[in-house]
């Protein structure tokens, strides 16, 4: 809520997304690839992440990938299958981008309820 109760703000929100580009502006992470990874760690498996993520597997792969091919670093090991199906998890490399992706967020999040907060206070005089 931006404003008090019957004010003009007060079903008016501040939303903002960020994600990670390259040089050329082609995306690289955002909330939807960060999510299929953090499940990636949770679950230790691509497929169940994709189904707990929204996405077909095959997406799920491709935006992996494709990540990766940009980043120049793998972010997921992946093991085929077996008679008890294959593991996926993060590499070292990719648990410190989580980290510090979730770190980022949380500080971004703070600074912005601040300005929001700010910014609301002052057009609600």
Excluded at 35 to 44: A, M, R, V
Excluded at 51 to 56: E, L, M
Excluded at 107 to 119: A, G, N, R
Aim: hydrophobic content about 35%.
């Amino acid at each position: 809520m931006a404003g008090p109760k019957g004010s003009k703000y007060f079903d008016i929100f501040l939303k903002y997304r960020i994600w990670l580009e390259n040089t050329d502006g082609e995306g690289i992470l955002g909330d939807g690839k960060l999510k299929l990874i953090k499940c990636i760690d949770e679950l230790g498996s691509l497929k169940a992440a994709a189904d707990k993520a929204g996405v077909s597997y095959r997406k799920a792969w491709g935006n992996i990938k494709e990540a990766e091919e940009k980043l120049g670093f793998a972010l997921v090991e992946r093991h085929r299958g077996g008679q008890h199906g294959g593991q996926s998890f993060l590499t070292e490399e990719g648990k410190k981008l989580i980290e510090a992706y979730d770190e980022l967020m949380l500080e971004f999040d703070t600074s912005i309820y601040k300005i929001t907060k700010k910014f609301f206070n002052r057009i609600n005089k």
